[in-house]
């Protein structure tokens, strides 16, 4: 090794000893069975050839302890500084350390967030404010589904939000959630609200609730004969994924719309009926023509 290699790495240990020394701490990082949360949580995350449940319940194990790290880890915002000595250091290839990236970082948080459920509910409020975030909205959203209802409050406040990020990544959250139904009667209101897409990711969500159809199917159906074209594509193509037997009352529009000079509304159409009742239209689905 030259003394100028030499040189060079022990100026890059320098820095990188001085930003670990200097560097402000977050959360203490719990420890459990000798081995800290930070060591637990990389051996949680899933990469297919692990076992990773001993992993998960020791997370669980340390339990409300754990959520101030990986609240701390969630909302830490980039360090610059980091960034940009990750970027000398992949110009040198005799160097190896790398800092971890900001966005994995959020993802394995939000994991971690995740896996203790229900002790989250004290920081929903906190993840709520991140749904509007363009890197981190979505696991916020994921984090904040595995609490539980207690996430509803939070989700149905932000899917009437004029930032679409917030909106569309609550709406990913209520769909997550293992039992939306409590969101049923706030969501078919949402159909009438002001904002286009609001409205449009209502109808979405109630698509992918598989519970309630008494009360979906025929809020879905008005809006298949309602004057809103975006918002009557969007029911048609949803309304068999809620509950195909409740969705015949609207059998006799669908195949009025089957004939549609509107393409795309004639292909949802015909694929609606289709899977509401193979008997009335058969063959393979069409392709919308161009």
């Known amino acids: 090794m030259t003394r100028r290699r030499k040189i060079l790495i022990g100026a890059m240990l320098s820095v990188v000893i001085g930003l670990l020394l200097c560097w402000p701490r977050g959360p203490q990082d719990p420890k459990y069975q000798g081995k800290r949360l930070s060591q637990w949580i990389k051996e949680a995350i899933p990469d297919g050839r ?6 998960c319940k020791a997370i669980r194990s340390i339990g409300s302890n754990a959520v101030p790290y990986f609240l701390s880890e969630f909302i830490r915002p980039e360090s610059k500084s980091k960034a940009a000595f990750n970027r000398w250091a992949s110009t040198h290839r005799s160097i190896n350390f790398r800092f971890t990236d900001h966005q994995d970082r959020y993802v394995t948080a ?24 363009g890197l981190r909205g979505r696991h916020a959203a994921f984090a904040m589904a595995k609490a539980g209802d207690s996430a509803l409050p939070h989700f149905l406040k932000a899917i009437c939000s004029t930032n679409h990020d917030s909106a569309y990544n609550a709406s990913l959250g209520l769909i997550e959630l293992k039992d939306g139904t409590a969101a049923v009667p706030t969501l078919i209101e949402s159909l009438k609200h002001t904002n286009e897409f609001t409205r449009r990711n209502a109808v979405w969500i109630l698509g992918a609730i598989h519970s ?3 009360l979906i199917a025929p809020a879905l159906i008005s809006l298949i004969s309602g004057s809103d074209p975006e918002l009557r594509l969007t029911a048609i193509r949803v309304l068999p994924l809620n509950d195909p037997h409740r969705g015949k009352p609207a059998i006799p529009k669908l195949l009025q719309l089957m004939t549609s000079t509107n393409q795309e509304i004639a292909f949802a159409a015909s694929n609606a009926v289709r899977r509401i009742d193979p008997s009335i239209v058969s063959g393979p689905p069409a392709s919308p023509r161009n």
């Open 212 to 214: 309630q159809s008494e």
């Open 110 to 133: 939000a994991y971690g967030l995740a896996l203790l459920a229900h002790e989250t509910i004290p920081v929903l409020p906190t993840l709520a404010d991140y749904l509007g975030d």
């Open 50 to 55: 692990k076992n990773c449940e001993p992993a």
